[in-house]
């Protein structure tokens, strides 16, 4: 028997014909095209039926299929299968009638993209028990399902392009976004009201700190379903966006709809947009509740309620777990980049300088000094960072007000928000002595101590790699590197480890080094160059940093740029000759004799540079290469 698609054909004309025109839709009809000449009936006694007034023609859905889609029964059956419309012949019966008594089948299919709109999954909705599952391409024009489907895929917010193209449209200003608890509600709400709205995946109690990112600026409206499991989802997602849009309001209570109910039940049962932002515009904007106050005094504890355990490792011997790490140098040697550099090593699982694999996870960032799209930004994607697991922290929201963050006084918000992070495994503070108070004095000792505690306190309990970033002190290159950071001795007393930066007057010969560490070996380091490379997917280039060698010595004898690696001197070389453009490789070994560079450590250098070969008729050239932005499944 045929299958009854009366209660599809909605859905089937917006995959067949794109979305309907609004202005000229109704409850029971919509209506496509600029001068909705193509009507189509999804309610009242004509529910099921379209018809096209300008060719006259119409039907139901399988005529829909057959002449709009051009399908025959058996390709319309596996385009309805593919996007999860069932096709069950509807049969007579009592038995039929009766839920129970269904098999369960794919009721609807929701597709999950990314800010291009390349698909990354889809959420089936199954019926007549309700239930959900997810499916993701396998790469071969197949599925990945059931327990795992979803291991290493991507999760990104419902109809995220639309979201990204509406944050764009603002330009700056709040955008409006309705957040519902299910993929139907967003339907609905975007089907009958034409706004912008989204949900997570996977239902309530599922929202990801990752998400946030999207709402930013946004004037982000949360629509409870009407139970307690809609009531306490919503609280956990306005508490998460709070921290990075403009507004966020609750709407707890529709007007009218039983318990249970939801934001679709509310539309079927007559309510109108206006009704909806008439409840918007009179919902108090959300506010974060307060820790409860808790009990003061001196804790003590005796030794035996502890363990003993070994220093864990960010980076083995640079960079440790829950501790303070201080990178300092003068103005113009790379300390910035350096640690963009290695916060774009961790969100990519990529390879430390020593060859060492990094673990993957999120980072965090503040700077008083750099802006984060024209500088931050472009130097981490130049490093091969993922832009979706490092979180710029720019401003706080204190009782709905928004204002810049102050590391002297908001370290504590950081936390909250940071452990709400999936992952969170390193942060860069630059410069790090804003950390101190206003009204301190970074000069002296017991002051700069008090005034980092806080860092180092939220460095520990999100047991986190943090990295300040400071100077050394005009005119002291003749001092103890320790002796040279500027300040008080306690910013290079309090960190447990102290990492230097320097280059040589010309800027071709660079070197980080390990100045003083408390847990680990100190002196030592390695040879790096910074670079300018060009963007893929952008007209400029970008800052980047390029390892060399393994030093080996104290750090003063390194800091004070004695001699120059044979590797590095190559690299540099083979930089200088390829940044005008390509050139000829038979040309290069005769440059390099004249600079007084073997060509075979030209050769080697050339592995370690994002240098290309390509050939142009019988001539092979050498060129420098442009550099993805890359992502990893969170």
Known sequence: MIPDLSGHIGDIARRLLGEPNRALSTRTTLRFGNHGSIA?????PKRGQWYDHEHEVGGGSWEMLHIMGGFDNGRAEEWLRDHGIETRPKTNGAADASRQRQKQHVIKTY????EDGVLLFKVDRWGPQKTFTQRAPDGNGGWTKGKGAMDGVRRVPYRLPHLVAAKAKANGTPWRVYIAEGEKDVDNLVLWWGVIATTNPMGAGKWLSQFNRHFIGSDAVII????????AHVARVAAELSTVASIVRVVERLVGLDENGDISDWIASGASQSDLETLVEITEPFRPSRPANVQTGV?????????????EWEWNGWLPRGKLTVLAGMKTTG?????????????TGGLWPDGTRAQLGDVL???????????????FLAAGGDPDRIFPVQHVINDGDKRAFDPGQDIPMLYEAAKRLPSPRAVMIDPVVMAIPVGNDSHKNSETRRGLQPLVDFTTELYVATVGIT?????????????????SLAFAAVPRVVLAAASDPEGKQRRLVRVASNIGPSGGGFEFLLTQEPLVGYDFSAQRV???GILQGPAKDLLEMKHQTELMRASQFLLDQLAAGPVAVKELPDAARAHGVAWRTVERAKENLPVKARKDGKIWFWELAQVPPQRTPS
């Open 111 to 114: 597709d999950y993209h990314d």
């Open 299 to 311: 804790l003590l504890k005796s030794g035996s309620t502890y363990a003993p355990r070994k220093v």
């Open 365 to 379: 960032l503040w700077s008083g000094e750099d802006d984060f799209e024209d500088t931050i930004l472009p130097r």
């Open 224 to 231: 409870a379903d009407n139970d307690e499991a809609g009531r």
């Open 40 to 44: 189509v009936e999804v309610a009242g």
């Open 546 to 548: 390029r390892w060399g």
């Open 335 to 347: 300390k910035s980049t350096l640690v963009i550099t290695w916060l774009a090593t961790i969100t």
């Open 471 to 487: 100077h050394f002190t005009k005119g002291t290159a003749e001092q103890n590197p320790i002796d040279r950071v500027t300040g």
